[in-house]
């Protein structure tokens, strides 16, 4: 049984986690639209750790860094950053100095590496000769211009 100090302090701190979640939630839903992204408060660190399938060993911290917030439709979407996810807007140019400086240097490569075109192009890029040239899309664009698989919403 808890004494009535501790318990009291456990609420003390539990609610404005609380607060800060349900904060967020009702800024989505009243701003609709939102493409900033934003630090994860710790109170959506749970949801964040069942909407990316991260253990329960994965540290609190972990999780917050490298996840962030957005609004879209009035709801809250989740991105977490990873070695090639990125949670800015997608990239749908058709034209890449970075492809194409590759392509001058590998004419006829039949791939463009990430390190040239960048993590966040939706393009799979190939050289025609020394011409960089899109080979098929490679990622869907949800309607604010972001990599659709990289947002997840919040229930």
């Known amino acids: 049984m808890l004494r009535p100090a501790l318990f009291s302090f456990l609420v003390f701190i539990a609610l404005p986690s609380i607060a800060q979640a349900q904060d967020v939630a009702a800024r989505c839903a009243k701003i609709g ?4 992204e934003r630090p994860i408060p710790a109170a ?4 964040a750790r069942q909407v990316f399938g991260f253990s329960k060993d994965t540290p609190n911290a972990f999780i917050r860094n490298g996840t962030s917030y957005r ?3 009035g709801k809250t ?3 977490n950053v990873g070695a090639n996810l990125v949670c800015g807007k997608a990239n749908a140019s058709k034209s890449l ?5 590759f392509c001058k240097d590998n004419p006829g490569s039949d791939m463009i590496p990430m390190a040239a075109t960048g993590h966040d192009t939706i393009y799979e890029w190939k050289c025609v000769g020394p011409n960089a040239q899109i080979l098929r899309q490679s990622a869907a664009v949800d309607p604010r211009g ?3 698989e990289n947002w997840k919403p919040l229930e």
């Open 146 to 148: 972001f990599i659709a």
């Open 97 to 101: 100095p970075g492809a194409a400086a």
């Open 71 to 73: 609004c879209m439709g």
């Open 44 to 47: 959506l660190v749970p949801q």
């Open 33 to 36: 639209n939102d493409d900033k």
């Open 77 to 79: 979407w989740l991105c």
